[in-house]
């Protein structure tokens, strides 16, 4: 499978990249894990609106799913006819809470454009992926997910601060992407089951035994180099801070 990076940066988007998105590709079916604000615009270089055939959100923070609104847009209203509905897999509470952001609950609503199906702890088949997701440490209801296909996984932390559900979800995985929002350790009044810092992202790599790790969510006020500093200093194996435009092949 190939992993494309849409969009990278954390909690905001900033001038070189959108919020969180990544493409998940194989056998021709096109994944895309998370979508938030900014994003679609990004995706866009990498694939048409009309090509995504399935669509992942990890959790409802505006950084990870809002730029749904503006696929609901493009798939809905497109000159050329609209397009087959689109499963989306979410956590509870997903269509309310975007058709609200939206504006309008009246017809045709999101599930129009969208099939939601919510999270539950376990393995699910998406196209031609098993999609293993946990609950992780985060304020609200959110999914590390683990794709795997061919005997390749990617493991992705979605948002999250250390927690052992994402070491035993990431075990052995090829490629873990994990967030890194912190850029330095935090001092004992800092929120706990928030983020992590590079060092706790290589700490989680190292215990779960993942083969490769790729630092991303930074906030655009972060240094990366601080953060790859502090990866490479708790986890032996490649590290690197994500891009836009980065592929991995799996
Ligand atoms: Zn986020
Ligand atoms: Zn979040």
């Not at 509470?93 to 609200?100: K, P």
Request: aromatic content about 8%; some cysteine.
């Amino acid at each position: 499978m190939k992993v494309t990076v849409v969009g990278c940066a954390g909690s905001f988007p900033g001038p070189e990249t959108s919020s969180s998105c990544y493409l998940v590709q194989a056998e021709g079916f096109t994944l895309v894990l998370d979508l938030g604000n900014g994003s679609l615009g990004q995706l866009q270089r990498y694939c048409s609106v009309a090509d995504v055939d399935a669509v992942l959100l990890s959790h409802l923070h505006a950084d990870h799913c809002m730029d749904v609104l503006p696929l609901y847009v493009a798939r809905t209203y497109d000159p050329n006819g609209r397009h087959p509905v689109l499963p989306v897999h979410a956590p509870a509470g997903a269509e309310a809470h975007l058709s609200q952001a939206y504006g309008r609950v009246d017809a045709p609503g999101l599930d129009s454009c969208f099939a939601f199906s919510e999270w539950s702890s376990g393995t699910h088949r998406v196209g031609p992926f098993e999609v293993t997701a946990a609950r992780v440490a985060h304020p609200i209801e959110t999914w590390g997910l683990r794709i795997s296909h061919g005997g390749r996984s990617l493991a992705y932390s979605a948002d999250t601060g250390p927690c052992d559900a994402l070491v035993e979800l990431s075990r052995g995985a090829d490629l873990a992407l994990y967030e890194s929002s912190f850029e330095a350790e935090r001092d004992r009044s800092a929120p706990r089951d928030l983020h992590m810092t590079g060092g706790q992202a290589g700490q989680q790599a190292a215990a779960a035994g993942v083969g490769r790790l790729v630092l991303t969510h930074l906030p655009p006020w972060n240094d990366p180099a601080v953060s790859l500093a502090a990866g490479r200093a708790t986890f032996d194996g490649p590290v690197e801070v994500a891009r836009p435009g980065a592929t991995y092949e799996l």
